[in-house]
């Protein structure tokens, strides 16, 4: 991993962003049931309370700690119906946007819905299916988070044999 990428994760309330977090660190801790109260610097994430994604008077706390990361882990939940995400959101952040879809071993879990909600989400971007009990998606992130600009993070999407990695483009769909 390089280091000097870090990447910011971003999702709704109980999305499965610490837990995703705790499963690329590789932390054994048990925090699941914690909830994520400030912004928790590890290693090479940063992660984040839903309420910032979900509350706007928070952006401003998600703009300031951008200017610091490299990446952006949007997060959408194939166990939730619904987006927390306005369309377009990466828009509004200017750094290279991923997409991950999280508890895709779940028995609810529907995953093609989840895609197409951060279709919507993402302006572009690689998208990746997850789970963080199974290690699913896992080192395709870590793959993408070694690379620096989108026309790698395409072109590793497009040479990848993973089923869990696709590239998506607003602007050729
Ligand atoms: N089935 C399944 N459930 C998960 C997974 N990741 C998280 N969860 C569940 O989602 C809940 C919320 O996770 P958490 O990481 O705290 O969400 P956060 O609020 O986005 O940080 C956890 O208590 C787990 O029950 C996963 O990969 N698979
Ligand atoms: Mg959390």
């Known amino acids: 991993m390089q280091r000097q990428n870090r990447a910011m994760i971003i999702g709704g309330i109980d999305a499965g962003k610490t837990t995703l977090t705790d499963a690329l660190l ?57 987006s927390i995400f306005a369309p377009g959101f990466s828009s509004g952040i200017n750094k290279l946007s991923i997409g991950v879809v999280t508890k895709a071993d779940a028995e609810q879990a529907d995953i093609d819905h989840a895609i197409h909600l951060l279709k919507k989400a993402l302006v572009r971007g690689p998208i990746v299916i997850t789970s963080a009990y199974t290690g699913r998606g896992l080192s395709e992130i870590a793959d993408l988070m070694k690379l620096n600009s989108m026309n790698e993070m395409k072109k590793y999407t497009e040479s990848s044999e993973s089923e869990d990695i696709i590239y998506h483009d607003i602007m050729q769909s």
């Open 26 to 82: 590789k932390r054994q801790r048990k925090r699941k049931k914690i909830k994520t109260q400030s912004l928790i610097y590890d290693d090479w994430i940063v992660d984040t309370p839903g309420e910032y994604t979900e509350n706007p008077l928070y952006y401003r706390n998600l703009m300031a700690t951008s200017l610091e990361i490299t990446h952006v882990l949007f997060i959408q939940d194939a166990t939730n119906r619904k």
